[in-house]
Nanobody
Framework: QVQLTESGGGSVQAGESLTLSCTASRSIISMNVMRWYRQAPGKQRELVATLPARGTESYADSVKGRFTISKDYRTFTVYLLMRNLEAEDTAIYYC??????????????????WGQGTQVTVSA
């Protein structure tokens, strides 16, 4: 099983920036699609950013121009740089990675894993 560990959340003032990180617990073969979601109190989980291994990233309209998703294949880490934060960005943020790992007997196996969530609180 591939576990994802998130970090970087916290409490900031509106207009400030935060960078979230999401690191896989073991060596994996590939990260094919990387996503960040968020869930605000009383609301459904919302897709914030998507980064395919091949292709361009995409963003929810509410964060376009302020958030940037990126990855580091050397450390199996996905990042979410959040600039000019707004009170409406307050939520628990979750990373999600679809990829491939080496399973038993070296067999290549697909995986989908979620991070544990990290709280981002933005004060107006």
């Amino acid at each position: 099983q591939v576990q994802l560990t998130e970090s970087g959340g916290g409490s900031v003032q509106a207009g400030e920036s935060l960078t979230l990180s999401c690191t896989a617990s073991r060596s994996i073969i590939s990260m094919n699609v990387m996503r960040w979601y968020r869930q605000a109190p009383g609301k459904q989980r919302e897709l914030v950013a998507t980064l395919p291994a091949r292709g361009t990233e995409s963003y929810a309209d509410s964060v376009k121009g302020r958030f940037t998703i990126s990855k580091d294949y050397r450390t199996f880490t996905v990042y979410l740089l959040m600039r000019n934060l707004e009170a409406e960005d307050t939520a628990i943020y979750y990373c999600n990675i679809e990829g491939a790992r080496s399973g038993q007997w070296g067999k290549v196996e697909p995986f989908t894993s979620w991070g544990q969530g990290t709280q981002v609180t933005v004060s107006a």
